[in-house]
């Protein structure tokens, strides 16, 4: 292996994806030497946006954006670097087999007007189920950027940092508060069966509580990811969804920018194979060319598994650790497909091209049954027949992504098991692929007709083209017993690792999975403290 002198750093960050970049630009804008390691021809990770035909600019993993931490986008000016996001407006169109459909729209008379199609009540009742989403998503925001405290408490301070969040709940009120309790243990179907009466309105909310899960709606802990779906904002108007001009690589891109000027420098097709330690401490990484680089602190954007059991020796990790990210649970349960249309999709029951459908995210599950059914497939390795589909057009949008009067649409699927029985992906990627189209003809006849090109991402293929194991796009499960003080394990949830100098600043730290930087910059924080 080849020590190049002049390859020393303070810091190396392994992984380019939009996470890694926030820790890159934070360190180096203390004054810090980083150097960005990135496996990929380009950074991002799951954000990013690929040429995968001629002249389709696709957002091929990650396709919104909301969670993106304001405190981030401001402190590294990334609007200077080109990041710009579209508010989504209608949020949501579901159409239905009876040929009803429901709009959710930024407008909230509009929205209420939809819901009274279906429920009186329901809209009578929405505003205050809007409200108290609205103040729990406020009290768990505050967390997202807080590093959380030791986990058992081990002495008088980490009592102390208990004390301070209890202290973030005191203007909760007694109903709230039991809230807040049921949304971090109860499923998103008993969380709203709780709100309302429509099995229609229940279902468009409740898609937000499984995707990414690996869960139905009636699995306890949905509703926490319901939640987590529901923070964050657009242009400083909470609760919105977007489409980020240029696709999601230009919120790595603009990351990316933003940690080279402070004087980050950031290195593609450069696969980092092991980490390197001396005398129990990070001494700097081995990349696949025999390349050796130093540095005292390596903060890791893999996720825990890649970071631990791939690049590491397992001599050098305590044996409760190894096998505590030996059970950390990330396979995942998500689909992307890409498709290159001529045309755009021509709904039965709401006809008309272009329409404001297709500025929407746009489900294809009509009943809370329907979409429990589809987990049921996935729980006993099988592709859901009938699976939960959402389609976003964002050509809509942003015309440049693709050439002219062409459109892309992305597909987001629940549920598509990384493990199947009895059979493997390679087999199955396609004619499973022939049946989500199959699925959406039901809702759109001229699908067929329109699509020229298609590209289906299952789980294995998300683990091979981003590295993230399992194909888990949250880098580990987000549930109750894989988050804050006890992700990725308990003990070890402040972003440091057994090893003195080397940090977690991925997804598969607290506060999880969504293209929103937090890990990324709580990771820095840590670092700088100890520094």
Known sequence: MATDSRNTYDAIIIGGGHNGLVTAAYLSKAGRRVLVLEARELVGGCAVTEEIWPGYRVSTASYLSSLMQEKVVRELELERYGYTVDAKDPAFFSP?????HLFMWQDRAKTLAE??????RDAEVYPRYEAHLERLAVVVESLLLTTPPEFPPNGIGDFIEYLKLLGRMRGLSRAELVGLVK????SAATFLDEWFESEEIKVTLATDGVIGANGGPRSPGTAYILLHHCMGGVNGHRGLWGFVRGGMG?????????????GAEIRTKARVAKILVK????????????DEIRAN?????LDPKQTFLRLLEERELPADFVAGIRRFRSEGTSLKMNLALSGLPEFTAFPGAPGPQHKATMHLCPSIEYVERAWDDAKYGRPSRSPLIEMTIPTMYDAALAPAGRHIMGIFLQYAPYTLKGTDWDAEREPYADRVIEVIEQY?????????ERQTLTPLDLEHRFGITGGNIFHGEMSLDQMFVLRPLAGWAKYRTPIAGLYLCGSGAH????????????AAREILKDA
Request: charged fraction near 15%; charge should be negative; aromatic fraction near 4%.
């Open 96 to 100: 239905f087999p009876d040929g009803r």
């Open 115 to 120: 819901i009274a199609n279906f429920s009186q």
């Open 183 to 186: 949304v971090f243990t109860q």
């Open 250 to 262: 230009a919120v790595s891109n603009a990351i990316a920018d933003s940690a080279r000027a402070q």
């Open 279 to 290: 005398n129990g401490r990070a001494d700097g990484v081995v990349l696949e060319s025999g």
């Open 297 to 301: 602190i390596v903060a890791s954007n």
């Open 444 to 452: 759109c006849p001229n699908i067929r007709t329109i699509v020229e």
């Open 511 to 522: 506060p999880g999975g969504g293209v929103m930087g937090a890990p990324g910059h709580n």
